[in-house]
């Protein structure tokens, strides 16, 4: 069964980042990676069942009471936010933007408790490092594809010169780079030249992307795993990779500054029109005066455009760009969805899966350390990016993913 739980992950994982819809390439975008989702991750689940029902281990697969406490919020949230929520059907199955609804929320969970049952199962070889670095090279060769050829199908137009490939939208493909950007630069199977190569390639389309709090994140989790591993093993490899990307940035910075760019506009990372730190700060007050609206059971799940508009600024309501943005956090969202309990829930399993990882990576033995080291560093640079902007499937995909994975090599039973 390893072959086949090992296979459904990666169809899950590259399935949600390359499929598109023929027919719309905005709008109902996520509609396509919504059914295979549902259909993949309940597929992954009774396989999962049905490898431990009929192939026996001594492994115990128990979690920790915390975990277990903090996905009982999660759940408890959920389920209060659908049955107050004033649209059913929406907070079911989610808006036509983004798919967030109660079945897509289960799903996560059992895709992570799927995943946790397999990394702990087949912890000697399980492994989808070289898989993730496939798909992150290809979505980002299939972003880039319209600046260096004719095809026009993922125009950057529809986004103010910003790629966006197969996500519908740059900041998912953003979210997306971060997640999986520490595997490749983590990787001692690559060769080394090839490794450069495919950084650059990513790293070009991070630029194009136009998010500056996706570089914000990568470059604070290189940071701070970077730091631990200098003054805990000695080890300076993560540090400098922090380090480099910062003066990279900054080069980016002084040349948009010194030079004339108008010729590339579709490298500046300067976004003034739609995405500034006022339009945030505007979304995030409104967020939190709309969870104060329904603190205990929320609004239900997708349903923040009907009640943050009367919190908004003029400028901002009914604006249809930021309808999908909502408030532009996914941890405000979360309370916003699903209430305090939701919110807590959320946040406690996100604080307790980061702590738990970074006890075993320092303080346990770690056969496949690498890959547990990627995952934190993807798992906080996804946090961090989110915290300022939102998910989707796609990335919810890898942030549940890496809980399981986390979760499984933190546990020493």
């Given at each position: 069964m390893y072959h086949t739980l090992k296979y459904v992950l990666v169809f899950l994982i590259l399935g949600s980042a390359l499929l598109v819809n023929p027919f719309f390439t905005s709008e109902y975008f996520e509609f396509p990676k919504f059914l295979l989702f549902l259909v993949v991750v309940g597929g992954f689940g009774v396989v999962s069942v049905l490898d431990f029902t009929f192939y026996k281990t001594k492994k115990s697969f128990s979690?920790?009471?915390?975990?277990?406490?903090?996905?009982?919020?999660?759940?408890?949230?959920?389920?209060?936010?659908?049955?107050?929520?004033d649209n059913k059907s929406v907070s079911l199955i989610g808006s036509y933007l983004r798919h967030q609804g109660l079945l897509t929320n289960a799903h996560y969970l059992v895709l992570a408790g799927g995943v946790f049952y397999f990394f702990k199962r087949y912890r000697e070889k399980g492994d989808l490092s070289n898989w993730l670095i496939f798909g992150l090279l290809a979505v980002c060769l299939v972003a880039i594809l319209p600046i260096i050829s004719s095809f026009a199908y993922f125009s950057p137009a529809l986004f103010y010169d910003r790629v966006y490939g197969t996500f519908g939208n740059p900041n998912y493909l953003a979210s997306f780079i971060v997640a999986i950007l520490p595997f490749l630069a983590l990787s001692e199977r690559i060769p080394r030249?090839?490794?450069?190569?495919?950084?650059?390639?990513?790293?070009?389309?991070?630029?194009?992307?136009?998010?500056?709090?996706?570089?914000?994140?990568?470059?604070?989790a290189f940071l701070v795993f970077g730091i631990l591993e200098l003054i805990l093993r000695k080890k300076y490899k993560v540090l400098v990779g922090g380090v480099v990307a910062v003066l990279v940035l900054v080069g980016i910075g002084f040349y948009q500054n010194m030079a004339d760019t108008s010729s590339l506009s579709r490298l500046s990372v300067k976004s003034d029109d739609l995405v500034s730190a006022n339009t945030r700060f505007e979304l995030w007050e409104a967020g939190v005066k709309t969870f104060f609206d329904a603190p205990l059971t929320g609004h239900g799940q997708d349903l923040v455009q009907g009640n943050i508009e009367?919190?908004?600024?003029?400028?901002?309501?009914?604006?249809?760009v930021f309808f999908v943005d909502r408030s532009h956090s996914e941890f405000i969202d979360m309370a916003v969805t699903t209430g305090i309990f939701g919110f807590l829930g959320y946040?406690?399993?996100?604080?307790?899966?980061?702590?738990?990882?970074?006890?075993?990576?320092?303080?346990?033995?770690?056969?496949?350390?690498t890959v547990v080291l990627a995952a934190l560093m993807g798992f906080s640079a996804l946090n961090l990016y989110n915290a300022v902007n939102f998910s989707t499937i796609s990335t919810n995909v890898l942030l549940y993913l890496f809980i399981g994975l986390i979760l499984a090599f933190s546990d020493s039973k």
């Open positions: 979690l920790s009471k915390l975990v277990m406490v903090f996905v009982g919020l999660l759940l408890v949230g959920n389920l209060l936010g659908y049955l107050f929520s030249i090839l490794k450069w190569l495919g950084l650059g390639v990513v790293l070009f389309t991070l630029f194009l992307t136009g998010s500056r709090s996706a570089w914000i994140a990568i470059i604070l009367k919190h908004l600024p003029e400028y901002l309501q009914s604006n249809s946040l406690g399993l996100i604080l307790c899966v980061f702590f738990m990882g970074v006890r075993a990576l320092y303080k346990g033995k770690l056969k496949n350390r």
